[in-house]
């Protein structure tokens, strides 16, 4: 084919092409049942990377993503719907929970008992004043002084709603800026697991409240013991039963896919056994990582290089030899956590460009609303940095509080789930809404700052 | 706390959780949408893991995923309907088709236009008699005979699913037996990547039919033109440009995550665009992995520890110098495939255990099925072991006719598409499976007695 005719069948593909790709012909094959995901999938992977531009003015990428997001979900304002279908999209709604679920486990692999164990301490004071102080100011202080109208049920609402912590945007920017082994980090997980088992007996408490009336205390102690019992527990059978779990399999195949999906497999079972016992599963896919070490997988393969390397070393002169050493003990013991990098980048933006769509702009637009959210925002911000000053010693306490801060997933499910039970209407719904935003869209860069000027 | 206090918290967590894990008491918190899908995932993936014991009789895992699909799928038979859901999950569904999308993108990946060209004209009549030959005695003469009840619709479809290679299969084998570079191996690869695409026009004609009653002559030639039309101009739109889109997104960030979401993202643009314009989408992934070659990627970084590597190689002495290049060309240069791998081994089990869960062990029991089966499995053999004999000279045709015969997920997929068409129906669906279990299964020990006698 001569140059000339390789441009016309190009040209003619284009013509043929282009109507077909935008509006869509359609699947004469019987084809293409989840064609429409896969370009969804494609389109928010391509746009949550271009948006790691963001990094350009030392913000971290997950803000971009979330940006992205929100605007993605608002090009509907400009006459723009092609992407809305996406915000009730069954299996991107599926993929995105996958996508934050990976992230925790793969923070809970690159974190370790031992190091969570030993911030035990201030982490559980960091959560219960992240609890008790956001929770006291919004049914008997702010909720009241700027919602007068709203009954005792409503206000208990947005008490356990401004209890929320959403350690995912936290994590990820501790991750994008390289700081999840400092010790504000591991308090602020710590607290964010205990959190989260304090807002599962909140909202338990606060939901028999509302529809039985009262709760007993020994209700509550139930509900309290089943949480605790349930943590220590998972951690305690996974921690016995994962490396021989591991010695069964290895006897049936040593290979890299052996290894890496029985980890992959772990990360998904305990964010299952959490959400069945009514915590969420990133908290459960946090502590399946937490169990998982390096010598549950030393009876597997060592990543092909690494083999060869190991080999090298064997019979190399001195310098080298000590270099390679060097690198085949570094790599060999990062090997999970390098096989789930790739899942990690696929799935977790995901996560964070679909929470961006679910912000409404139009919310912002009554002025009235927008106002008493402002002022309860001002209550969530200053509920958890309070609660950073319960970090302890040798630690900055304004890193720790404002990584508390960020409500997230968290904080709309208490808002749903208020909604649900009738307490939680229009306006109220509205202004939960605007405090989860802010508090999850501002949360990255103040952090990212005041990591920076710690390091500096 | 003492081993005996942590073992009776074990024991109590376990007798609490197990009859909640078992009968789901159930996700108050408002948590846990997905979590069902979570533990299916795991499940599925810790089956098919376990499966690749088969690998011990010499058999592909392959196969050991379809079996335990096979066995999954029909513990309802004992009363144990557990996984009875999986089969009409519609997410999960999804994360088969996703499986198999990456698989064949993997697989172009592993591909490259070049290679492919020259394997030249033997691959092409090899793989042109391995469509016609099957195809013609499954519509015209072993389906008549078999099944006279058949439409023509159902054999045009049993017909379809005879001319089917299996790449991931026979390149396996293959591989297993260490004769990837053989000319048989060349030859076999080569007729099979140009089967698929045959294929793949066969399925769009097919279907045509079906679903429109008829097709004309001037249709079936638009049909293979705007499959030849699509893949040429996917082909060459995607040669020019990847290297351009790869260029403004090398100067957003050049990042291991980056590189890899593009190749990802481009793999699921092409099997949207297939199946837009009515190829499956796995031909549309294969086209994307086929375009994209390490040239792509250069502005991208290599992984921390080819850098590591290529900086030793610098002053290393004589040996160590020639071994640390050539480590460091091959693994830069495999990349993408390496990244591709984790995701490959969440998602691509899924596909084939699921497509095994789609077999009704009931049709088994009957003998007429079965004899039916056992002929159509004849007839996939002796169709492909005459397409072997095109081979040319200098070759052993065996080897090539045997190579062809594993139907794999390409025939199994012409079987779905047959069913949700409607035209294949129990008992004929079941004869498909069959006949790809027993191709699958019967040529890795027939290949590997060839391979040897040809080696002694």
Do not use: C
Request: glycine residues 12%.
């Amino acid at each position: 084919m001569s140059r000339l005719t390789v441009y016309a069948v190009v040209a003619a593909g284009l013509v043929y092409m282009i109507p077909t790709l935008v509006w869509g012909a359609g699947s004469e094959g019987g084809h293409g049942a989840h064609a429409l995901t896969f370009l969804f999938m494609a389109l928010i992977l391509l746009a949550a990377k271009a948006s790691s531009l963001i990094e350009r003015f030392g913000q971290p990428s997950v803000l971009g993503e979330l940006l992205v997001g929100v605007v993605l979900g608002n090009l509907a304002l400009f006459g723009i719907t092609f992407f809305e279908p996406i915000k009730t999209d069954e299996i991107i709604g599926f993929l995105a929970e996958l996508g934050v679920v990976i992230l925790l486990f793969q923070i809970g692999l690159e974190s370790n008992i031992k190091e969570m164990s030993k911030v035990g301490l201030p982490a559980i004071m960091v959560a219960i004043a992240g609890v008790v102080v956001p929770f006291g100011l919004g049914v008997y202080v702010a909720g009241p002084l700027l919602m007068p109208e709203a009954d005792m049920n409503t206000l208990l609402f947005i008490g356990a709603a401004l209890t929320a912590t959403s350690v995912g945007i936290t994590a990820r920017v501790f991750k994008d800026l390289g700081k999840l082994q400092t010790r504000e980090s591991q308090i602020v997980l710590g607290a964010a697991v205990i959190d989260d088992v304090m807002g599962l007996i909140i909202l338990a408490v606060v939901s028999a409240i509302v529809t039985v009336g009262s709760i007993t205390g020994s209700a509550v102690a139930f509900i309290i013991f089943k949480a605790i019992l349930f943590l220590g527990s998972a951690i305690l059978i996974g921690q016995i039963l994962a490396p021989t779990i591991s010695l069964y399999f290895s006897k049936i195949h040593t290979g890299i896919g052996m290894k890496f999906t029985l980890a992959f497999a772990v990360g998904l079972l305990f964010a299952y056994a959490a959400a069945e016992i009514g915590l969420a599963p990133i908290i459960g896919a946090f502590a399946g990582g937490l169990i998982l070490d390096a010598v549950v997988f030393r009876r597997f393969k060592r990543p092909d290089y690494v083999e060869e390397l190991a080999e090298m070393e064997a019979d190399a002169p001195a310098p080298i030899k000590g270099k390679l050493a060097d690198i085949v003990h570094r790599y060999e013991h990062r090997h999970v956590e390098d096989l789930i990098e790739p899942v990690a980048q696929v799935f977790v933006p995901i996560f964070f460009v679909v929470t961006g769509m679910a912000v409404d702009l139009t919310t912002f637009a009554d002025t009235t609303i927008l106002a008493t959210a402002l002022g309860i925002t001002a209550v969530a911000f200053f509920g958890k940095i309070v609660a950073g000053l319960f970090a302890g010693k040798g630690v900055n306490k304004w890193i720790v509080g404002f990584g508390m801060v960020p409500r997230g997933e968290v904080g709309l499910i208490f808002a749903t789930i208020g909604a649900g039970l009738g307490v939680i209407t229009g306006g109220v719904f509205s202004v939960i809404i605007i405090m989860v935003i802010l508090t999850t869209l501002l949360t990255p860069p103040i952090l990212t700052h005041l990591l920076r000027k710690q390091t500096s």
